[in-house]
């Protein structure tokens, strides 16, 4: 196992009823920039429970903060939050909108160009943060990580400071009931593969962390058509949702190779063709298992056997079936696993690689021996 270090400072508060924590966890005499996106927090009452819970606080609310936020969207954000004076961010959404307040607190505090926070300019200080999560996927409520889209780069940039760990998440599951069923797929698919991507690589003495994804992946497996088979099944999405927490709160990677390929390609594909990010990896992945079953080939057979009890047949044989497998849950899940079905073909693959070479992928997966050839080759395999 590789030396680590770890914190996770986010208290988490689970559970329905949750969100009236939100007095206690806020300071007093806060001024509070409540961010959030377009209309559902109203049709499904969690504002309505929000609001009764910041009682007393001065609030300042911005609607609209899109899904993949806009960097522009964030300037008018900050702009409000500096004309009324907010000294603490409230999220309510998913990894969008977690994400975007994240920004949004950072840049406040920044002098210089706010753009210079996605470009590799260090995040010195950042307004304390909290959030209600509406959706479970991204685990962005307890990490310190971010992406925000740049428009006219067509890039998604991402961002990252200890000191963007939210101070608070509240998950309540109940929120999560009102997810189209789109989202509720993606959402699984998600935390599915920010749990692939710390597992599958090569074997590194870490068994702990090994039977802990394989955990997770086995769970999101079992859970995940519940939810899309009954929205309301509380148990689901309380599964579900502490799934998709863990998948990315830093604990399961301690120690152990990782490989973010899959989520670097997706990256540009959602930048560029404005596929949803979790339907990109659905995309991605199993082509990139395929294309990467040697360097991952014991691991693969690991996953085969433990995750989808394949034990039979040959080696090569059950890391076919185990690759076949993952790309059934996912259309179970409903979510499209070619680039076909996304109305795209062979003709957008030179401007993924260009896209890949302008953000220097060009060294990408465990072994960083994914270059742009590897990388034609794995979109090569998801069309
Ligand atoms: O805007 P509203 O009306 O709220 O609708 C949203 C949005 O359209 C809707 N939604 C959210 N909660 C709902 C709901 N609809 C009904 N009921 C609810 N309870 O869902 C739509 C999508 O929301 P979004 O926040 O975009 O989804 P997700 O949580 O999947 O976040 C995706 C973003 O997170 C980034 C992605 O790149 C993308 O920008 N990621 C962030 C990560 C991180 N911070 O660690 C890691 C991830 O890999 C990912 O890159
Ligand atoms: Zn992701």
Redesign the pocket.
């Known amino acids: 196992m590789r030396n680590f270090s770890f914190h996770n400072p986010t208290q988490i508060h689970f559970g329905e009823g949750q969100i009236a924590k939100l007095g206690q966890e806020i300071p007093a005499d806060s001024r509070v920039l409540v961010t ?6 109203f ?2 009452g ?1 504002w309505a429970l929000v609001e009764a819970a910041l009682a007393g606080f001065a609030v300042s609310r911005f609607a ?6 806009q960097f522009d969207t964030l300037l008018r954000a900050m702009e409000q939050a500096r004309r009324d004076r907010c000294d603490f961010v409230l999220a ?8 975007a307040s ?1 920004f949004i607190a950072a840049a406040l505090c920044h002098a210089g160009d706010p753009l210079e926070l996605l470009t590799g300019t260090p995040i010195q200080a950042a307004l304390p943060l909290g959030c209600v999560l ?7 409520e307890s ?1 310190p ?5 740049h428009v006219e780069r067509q890039a ?1 940039l ?1 961002f990252s400071s200890p000191l963007l760990y939210p101070r608070f998440a509240i998950l309540d599951p109940c ?6 069923a789109r ?1 509720t797929g ?2 699984v698919v ?1 935390a599915f ?2 749990t692939i991507e710390q597992y599958l690589t090569y074997p590194a003495d870490a068994p702990l962390q090994d039977r802990y994804a394989e955990g997770l992946l086995q769970t999101l497996i079992e859970e995940g058509p519940k939810a899309l088979a009954n929205p309301q099944d509380y148990n689901a999405r309380a599964n579900l949702m502490w799934c998709a927490t863990q998948a ?1 709160n830093g604990l399961l990677g301690c120690g152990v190779p990782q490989d973010w390929a899959t ?1 670097m390609i ?2 540009e594909l ?1 930048a560029l063709y404005h596929i ?3 339907q990109t ?1 659905a995309v991605v992945l199993p082509a990139l298992l395929a294309e990467r079953r040697e360097a991952k080939w014991s691991k693969l057979l690991q996953y085969a056997e433990r995750v989808w009890h394949l034990r039979e047949g040959s080696e090569a044989a059950r890391i076919d079936a185990a690759i076949a497998a993952t790309q059934t849950f996912f259309t179970a899940m409903g979510v499209p696993t070619r680039l076909s079905e996304h109305g795209l073909d062979a003709d957008v693959i030179p401007q993924v690689l260009a896209q890949l070479e302008r953000h220097r992928m060009t060294a990408l997966g465990e072994g960083c021996d994914i270059d742009l050839a590897t990388s034609e080759r794995i979109l090569l395999r998801a069309l």
């Open positions: 959030h996106g377009g209309g559902s927090i049709q499904n969690v609209g903060i899109e899904a993949n936020p309510i959404g998913g990894g969008s909108v977690i994400d994240k509406t959706l479970a996927a991204t685990g962005s990490n990580h971010g992406v925000i889209t998604k991402p929120t999560t009931f009102s997810l189209p989202q993606n959402g998600d593969v920010h990315l989520h997706g990256h959602t949803d990010h979790a990896l």
